[in-house]
């Protein structure tokens, strides 16, 4: 039943942010009674807070999956980059722009996983400069404040304009950061 309940919260959320979407409409697509939704969560917020706090879980688990591979460094990054997009699949800027705007207390705990998260990728970017996988010329401090503020672009309408999706976007953002502009082969 809470698996249910996450996964209509989920559709739902992505598709219409957090603050169009009622209690009613979570248990309807869920097909439990609202009665079971309160036995599980306080509230709409608390849903969508527990929700995203899985799928950044979920995320970190994948991530420290992919740099455990006995495999290159850039199809490490190539594989996180995959991971990505196939976070943000469905991923509405409204909901995103919700959860900004309207929800401090879900960026709270957002906050936290993201800074857990920065500090594990500057051990890991430290590790691959080392081992020559990374110019050293290339200052990690920039790369991870980039990374960093891939969020905040992601509330930038005139951003999330020129491109299909968010997904599309977050690509964009993190092909950039990696690879740049130019081509290997110059």
């Known amino acids: 039943m809470h698996k249910q309940l996450l996964n209509a919260?989920?559709?739902?959320?992505?598709?219409?942010?957090?603050?169009?979407?009622?209690?009613?409409?979570?248990?309807?697509?869920?097909?439990?009674?609202?009665?079971?939704?309160?036995?599980?969560?306080e509230n709409k917020v608390d849903i969508a807070e527990k929700l995203l706090i899985e799928l950044l879980e979920e995320g970190m688990t994948r991530y420290r999956r992919i740099m455990g591979e006995e495999i290159p460094f850039d199809h490490k990054i190539q594989a996180i980059i995959k991971e990505k997009h196939k976070n943000a699949e469905g991923l509405s800027k409204l909901f995103l722009q919700d959860i900004y705007t309207h929800y401090p207390e879900i960026m709270q705990h957002i906050e936290v996983y993201r800074k857990q998260a920065l500090h594990e990728h500057m051990t890991d970017l430290r590790q691959a400069q080392k081992e020559g996988y990374i110019r050293q010329d290339v200052k990690l401090d920039f790369v991870m404040f980039m990374l960093e503020h891939i969020h905040v672009l992601l509330q930038d309408n005139a951003l999330l304009d020129m491109f299909e999706s968010t997904q599309e976007a977050t690509d964009s953002l993190t092909r950039f950061i990696f690879y740049g502009v130019m081509d290997n082969h110059v």
């Open 9 to 41: 919260a989920k559709e739902l959320f992505w598709a219409f942010g957090v603050k169009k979407v009622k209690v009613e409409e979570i248990c309807q697509k869920a097909g439990v009674s609202k009665m079971s939704f309160y036995r599980n969560f």
